[in-house]
């Protein structure tokens, strides 16, 4: 069992930068590909980046790209998602996802096994 937890969400204002933080534990895995999620009110959940995913390290949504960044620091399991010119249409709750290492770049929520609780963003314009 894989136990993921967010954090660093919150509100700031738009142009700002937040940076989140997830921290796994339990039966943690070197190859995994952690995934980074998010859903605004009455939209579905969304792709937003993974790492260490299939044969590219890192990959974004076209939402995201050149804004968001995905890192992370084994010692610590601990993945980041560093937002960068943030702008109201981010405003969602944001989850991280983890599962087991695979061919294929995994964006579709199900194609995921374990899960955070999610941390709240929201942007003001």
């Known amino acids: 069992q894989v136990q993921l937890v967010e954090s660093g969400g919150g509100l700031v204002q738009a142009g700002a930068s937040l940076r989140l933080s997830c921290a796994a534990s339990?039966?943690?895995?070197?190859?995994?590909?952690m995934g980074w999620f998010r859903q605004a009110p009455g939209k579905e959940r969304e792709f937003v980046g993974c790492i260490r995913c299939s044969t590219t390290n890192t990959y974004y949504a076209d939402s995201v790209k050149g804004r968001f960044t995905i890192s992370g620091d084994g010692a610590k399991n601990t993945v980041y998602l560093q937002m960068n010119s943030l702008k109201p249409e981010d405003t969602a709750v944001y989850f991280c996802?983890?599962?087991?290492?695979?061919?294929?770049?995994?964006?579709?929520?199900?194609?995921?096994?374990?899960w955070g609780q999610g941390t709240q963003v929201t942007v003001s314009s």
């Open positions: 339990g039966r943690t895995f070197s190859s995994a590909v």
């Open positions: 996802a983890a599962r087991q290492w695979g061919v294929m770049v995994p964006t579709a929520p199900g194609a995921y096994d374990y």
